[in-house]
């Protein structure tokens, strides 16, 4: 969930969005960028800094980790003359993701994909997944996040997209026009099936509105 914008912002309700070790709750354990707290525009007014100010109005419109996921996106070729390519997150070869938590609009699922592949002369593909029966991804915006918080990545899906309910969502480059494509930003145009806007090579936090 997201916490109030305004209204009674408690030391339990902070809690109870981002986590902690015990229940003697200090907020300096909530910095920006620590154990608890990713560095995503929707936390900008949380410190970065764990011995900086901080205060309970610092974490109105805040989210936890709860609403994202996370992992190291990279990239995979065989080599040779017909080549195996993946790049992304969670796919054959490529590094597991880390945080499998992620929340879609009010949505909650776990998440463990999201990669482009292309083996030989196979059409080229992109997967993610798994979304738990109800999830919705037509026209569904999902956002990438470096480790400071700057976005990397952003696409909506193309609508009438697979929902993904109780499985993966996959397009492939056999999809006829239109297919889902990058952007804005990074790679805007490129359609998502491409295996060389995810080969980001850095920790990536996942968020889909």
Not at 27 to 50: A, C, D, E, K, M
Not at 80 to 94: D, E, F, H, R
Not at 118 to 138: E, R, Y
Request: proline share 8%.
């Amino acid at each position: 969930m997201v916490l109030p914008s305004s209204g009674s912002l408690s030391y339990n309700t902070i809690r109870a969005e981002f986590g902690s070790p015990s229940s003697n709750v200090y907020l300096s354990l909530y910095y920006r960028g620590g154990p608890y707290t990713y560095q995503v525009p929707r936390n900008n007014n949380i410190t970065t800094n764990s011995g900086g100010t901080i205060s309970v109005n610092n974490f109105y419109g805040a989210a936890g980790r709860g609403d994202y996921a996370r992992g190291v996106f990279a990239n995979y070729s065989s080599g040779g003359k017909l080549p195996t390519l993946y790049a992304g997150c969670g796919g054959p070869n490529l590094p597991g993701m880390g945080d499998t938590s992620l929340r879609t609009n009010v949505f909650s699922t776990g998440f463990t994909k999201c990669f482009a592949g292309s083996v030989a002369l196979n059409p080229g593909s992109f997967t993610m997944g798994p979304f738990a029966p109800g999830n919705q991804n037509s026209s569904r915006t999902y956002y990438f996040y470096n480790s400071s918080g700057a976005q990397q990545r952003q696409f909506t899906w193309r609508s009438g997209a697979p929902s993904g309910s109780g499985g993966d969502t996959t397009e492939t480059t056999l999809q006829p026009a239109p297919r889902t494509q990058m952007g804005p930003g990074p790679y805007s145009g490129t359609f998502v099936t491409s295996t060389i806007p995810w080969n980001i090579g850095v920790a990536t936090t996942i968020r889909g509105f």
